[in-house]
């Protein structure tokens, strides 16, 4: 964890609420994140005067206006430029990044990429409503094949672009998911917090005007069972249940190394008989197993949730100013006698012309 959130006082939810009437569509799914991190941070027992939220431009980024800290509502994509320089000039900060697929995936991507690789210690959030909001609908590149939007409207053709494939591409080293509205989300929150590094996590974000229900054949409770399929470390990937059927897991199939979905059979003790299954064991250090997870077709397979991938590392900030430390070594750090070092000039209302000194 942090370790400026170790000493900070206790709040409450209410202490994280800000004076701004919070302004999305009635039933927008950012209402559900907002509490879901309004609900976290007294938990990890973060601290207002050093807790800093950055956005870009979109629905999702208006998020720093809603909770009592410092925030910097940025300008489109670039949300992760500006918290770099943050982190940099005060890296006790402990600074939560929101974005959108748009703003973080589109006219962002470049910068989220060297935010991932360079493994700056924040909390990437990244919403995903597969459409542009805030510009009337749009789609964006996480849309799906297919999407009817102003600007495709006959169906989009391009290649829906996943996420946490492009974070794990780009180096990440934790990666996670979650829904709007699922209970698990703060769980999440808190691992994503506790991870010395950059942390990215992507929000199935319900958008009741443009896109409304677009996650609802994985989200709704009827089908939850069967189609969520929630990671925890040292725990066997299994989902289902008996009312929806039975229960199932995901295996490696050795033949074609990729994974697959098997059937798990209730053992004497009437629980389910993973190990008889060969149902995989989630090891959040297995990048190999991530890639796979996070690229398992949503329709075909259950949707991974919760923590994919966490494997830390040096930060980048640490290197930098370990960098910075050697580099002072032996050296003046006074700015007075730096200007004064040399040729200089003063000016003197006696003097009048400039005259050397």
């Excluded at 941070?41 to 999702?60: H, Q, R, W, Y």
């Excluded at 990244?126 to 964006?140: A, C, H, P, V």
């Excluded at 896109?211 to 989200?219: H, L, Q, V």
């Amino acid at each position: 964890m942090n370790e400026m959130t170790t000493i900070a006082p206790t709040t409450t939810v209410k202490d994280w609420e800000s004076d701004q009437e919070v302004r999305w569509c009635p039933g927008c799914g950012d209402y559900a994140i907002l509490k879901a991190v309004q609900r976290t941070l007294p938990e990890i027992g973060a601290d207002p005067a050093k807790t800093v939220f950055v956005s870009g431009i979109g629905c999702s980024s208006r998020f720093p206006y809603y909770v009592e800290s410092y925030g910097f509502h940025t300008i489109h994509g670039r949300a992760p430029a500006v918290a770099t320089g943050v982190k940099l000039a005060n890296p006790e900060l402990d600074i939560w990044l929101i974005t959108g697929d748009g703003d973080g995936m589109s006219i962002g991507g470049n910068h989220t990429m060297h935010f991932l690789r360079r493994n700056i210690n924040a909390q990437i959030l990244l919403f995903n409503n597969e459409i542009y909001g805030l510009t009337k609908g749009q789609y964006s590149p996480t849309s799906r094949e297919g999407t009817t939007s102003p600007t495709t409207p006959l169906g989009s053709v391009d290649h829906a672009l996943q996420p946490c494939v492009f974070a794990l591409g780009a180096g990440a080293r934790f990666v996670a998911r979650g829904y709007d509205t699922s209970k698990n989300l703060p769980e999440v929150l808190k691992a994503a917090h506790a991870h010395q590094g950059a942390a990215f996590v992507e929000i199935f974000q319900n958008c009741i005007v443009y896109n409304k229900d677009r996650f609802a054949d994985f989200t709704e409770k009827a089908v939850a069972d069967q189609w969520q399929l929630w990671l925890k470390h040292g725990e066997p990937m299994l989902f289902g249940s008996v009312k929806s059927g039975g229960f199932k897991g995901i295996a490696l199939d050795t033949q074609r190394l990729a994974l697959k979905v098997v059937d798990v059979a209730l053992g004497e003790d009437g629980k389910p008989d993973w190990q008889a299954a060969g149902v995989l064991v989630h090891d959040v250090t297995n990048r190999s197993v991530a890639h796979m997870l996070v690229e398992l077709p949503m329709g075909l397979f259950p949707v991974a949730l919760g923590v994919i991938y966490d494997d830390p590392k040096p930060t980048y900030e640490s290197a930098v100013l370990a960098q910075d430390e050697v580099a002072r070594q032996g050296k003046s750090t006074d700015l007075a006698k730096l200007f004064a070092k040399g040729q200089t000039w003063q000016v003197t209302e006696d003097q009048g012309p400039l005259s050397g000194v």
